[in-house]
């Protein structure tokens, strides 16, 4: 069975392409969930892929990965920040979360600068501009230990 991975995009990442492209660049949702999939087909990986301006719709995504997902990834975007309720929901999922950026968030003015979804992530991923959704997926379809044999050592399991 292939690893299932839900991928959520959290407010206002349904305008990436046009949106502050200093620092989230010109590459647009449609085109990073393009090549997501893409690469999901590529390591034999199943993807939901959803994005919501809205709170709620993200936490309803988190409690259907806890039946229909291996691994989580989310880009929170301005809930990372504020959404104790998000963390909560976070938290009742037991397999592993990947959060993700693509701007490098330790960097950023002191509003942007400390997720509170890191905590209940294992992994965490920012500064990759659009690139970081592929290492994402590459990340949490490695800490499921289901990244195909067929790839390089060096990329199913890293240095040893």
């Known amino acids: ?10 407010p206002n990442l ?7 492209p200093h620092i989230y660049g010109t590459v647009t949702l449609a085109a990073i969930e393009a090549s997501c999939r893409q690469f999901a087909d590529a390591i034999g990986a199943s993807l ?20 229909d997902a291996d691994a ?3 880009n929170p ?7 104790v309720a998000l963390v909560d929901a976070l938290m009742t999922f037991s397999s592993p979360i990947v959060e993700l950026h693509i701007s ?14 890191s905590p209940v992530a294992k992994a965490v991923i920012c500064g990759l501009g659009a690139y970081g959704y592929i ?3 590459q990340c949490a379809a490695r800490l499921l230990d289901a990244l195909p044999a067929s790839l390089p050592e060096p990329l199913r ?3 040893k």
């Open 1 to 10: 069975m292939p690893a299932r991975v839900m991928m959520l995009n959290g």
């Open 14 to 20: 349904n305008l990436l392409g046009t949106r502050e």
């Open 48 to 67: 939901a892929f959803h994005q919501s301006n809205h709170e709620g719709a993200l936490i309803d995504w988190v409690q259907a990965a806890r039946r």
């Open 72 to 74: 989580l990834i989310i």
């Open 77 to 83: 975007a301005g809930f990372s920040f504020t959404s």
């Open 104 to 117: 490098n968030i330790h960097a950023r003015d002191p509003l942007h600068r400390n997720s509170i979804i």
């Open 135 to 137: 290492v994402a997926l």
């Open 157 to 159: 399991v890293g240095p």
